[in-house]
Structures are given as C-alpha cells and as structure tokens.
C-alpha cells in the first residue's frame, strides 16, 4: 500500500514537473511572437539606404531625408524652389515576407513649386520592393507595391492607405486587378495630424491595409506585371512570377512628410 501511495505521489510530481515546464516554454515563446522591433532608431539612418532620381544610390540628395527629434522627416529646404522630378526612396537594408508593418505619418508645409499636382501631400511605403542596388540612375519608382498615403486638401474627399501599382499587379475579389491605383475605403484626414498605419503582409498571399486600426483595404496574390521605367525587357519577361518578399522604402514626391515609430513584427 504505502509503495502504491509512493509511486502515485512520483507520477503526480513529474507530471506537474512536465506541465511547469511546458508552461514557461509557451510563456518564453509568446513574447516573442508579439516582438515588435524598431526598424527607424530615432537617431540616424544607418540601417537605410537612399536612392534619389538622378542621383547614385547612397546619395542623401540635398539633404532630403534627415532625423529631427526622433522624426525621419523628408524635407526641401536645400532645393531653391525646384523639385525637377527628383523623385526618392529610402530602403530599410534587409528584406521582409510575412510581417505585420507599422508607424505614424503626417504631412505639413507646402509642396515644393514645381511638384507635380498629383503629388501634393502625396508619399508612400513602397512593399515588397525590388533591390535598391539594381534600379536605374534615373528610374523614378522602384518596381513594388505601393501603400499611397494622401492627405486632406481642406476639401472634398482624400482617402489615404490607397494602393498604387508600380510594375505589379495584384488580385481583388478574386480577379487580376491590373489599374495603377486604387482608393481604400478610409476618411480624409486634413492638416499636419498624425496619423497611423499598419499593413499585414502575407508573403505573396493576403495585403491588407489598416489606418488608425481600422481594415481599409485588402488584397491578393502580389505579382511582377504592368509598365516600368527602367529594364523594361528584363521586368517583361518575370511578369506573373509571384511577389514573395522585398524591401521596404518611404517615398519623397515633392511635399514635405514626417515618419515617426517605424516598427516590424515579422510572422
């Protein structure tokens, strides 16, 4: 009896053994999965690398991307007034799948003269972007998929969170969607109020779009196809091939734009 009493009493502690264990795996696993890392330190650009329209890549082209008080702001002050088309990305150095993507944005001032009317508190994050390394000295957009970030212009209706298509295609509702761009179903946001985007990334699977939490855009099977700029031949040839991964950049189109609390959860 007692021997009987002595083994129910070691099963008992090794099975409470085994539960902790596996408990404090899990608890040491979970906060892994929700590690979102800062992909902007707030200090300096060391992690990114820029490419400007007519500029080699790794020129910071008079100063249009600097770091102010924690802020990565794209500004104009050292153009004199002209802007001439020098479209321009900043790409974090390493490529993204399946990630959960976000950070705040905001726009102010005014657009540089002679910016183009489209443009006019227009920027954007550039997804799934090709190599910074092979685009064209002159090439104005690398070939991506573009989350369009727009601002109010005091009237009338602006979504933002928009998707615009540069050399790609994507599906929707289940059809290939082939339209450079798209509006989301999100509201107007006027002035220089922050405003907050995420974007879910499934590697060539399911895009979807969120500001301020809410799902205002969603889309499939991200794909090479559509009109490029530069290596038109060689961007041909890989149409419909699927978009798995690339970099992500943050754009420079003529009005002035601040990115703050740029941040990665990869899935």
């Known amino acids: 009896m007692i021997k009987n009493h002595i083994v129910t009493v070691v099963f008992i502690a090794t099975a ?15 906060p892994q999965k929700n590690n979102w890392v800062k992909l902007f330190n707030g200090k300096d650009l060391n992690d990114w690398t820029i490419k400007i ?7 910071n082209y008079k100063n ?19 802007f001439n088309n020098s479209y321009g990305h900043i790409f974090y150095n ?21 910016g183009a ?16 390394k092979n685009i064209g000295l002159n090439q104005n957009f690398p ?27 994507v599906e929707m509702n289940g059809e290939l969607f082939t339209p450079h761009c798209v509006n989301s179903s999100s ?17 060539d699977s399911i895009i979807k779009h969120f500001i301020n939490g809410e799902n205002v855009l969603t889309y499939s099977k991200p794909q090479i196809g559509g009109s490029v ?10 149409a419909g091939t699927p978009l798995k991964k690339g970099y992500i950049s943050l754009q420079s189109e003529s009005h002035p734009v601040e990115f703050k609390n740029i941040e990665i959860l990869e899935l």
């Not at 409470?16 to 979970?30: A, G, M, P």
């Not at 329209?53 to 020129?59: D, H, M, N, T, Y």
């Not at 102010?68 to 002050?77: A, E």
């Open 53 to 59: 329209k007519g500029q080699p890549l790794g020129e």
């Open 187 to 203: 509201k107007t946001f006027n002035g220089d109020q922050w405003v907050n985007l995420e974007i879910e990334v499934r590697n």
């Open 117 to 132: 009317g489209w443009a006019k508190r227009n920027s954007g994050v550039m997804i799934h972007c090709e190599d910074p």
């Open 16 to 30: 409470l053994l085994f539960t902790c264990k596996s408990n404090k795996d899990q608890s040491t696993k979970t």
């Open 64 to 82: 249009t991307f600097i770091v102010d008080n924690g802020v990565l702001k794209v500004n104009y002050d050292e153009y004199n007034g002209i």
């Open 94 to 114: 390493k490529e993204f799948s399946d990630y959960k993507f976000r950070m705040q944005y905001r726009f102010i001032g005014e657009q540089i003269k002679d």
């Open 229 to 238: 700029d530069y290596n038109e031949a060689y961007w041909k040839s890989k």
């Open 143 to 169: 070939v991506s998929i573009e989350v369009q970030l727009l601002g109010g212009l005091g009237t009338g209706e602006r979504p933002t969170g928009n998707l615009c298509t540069p050399g790609t295609h």
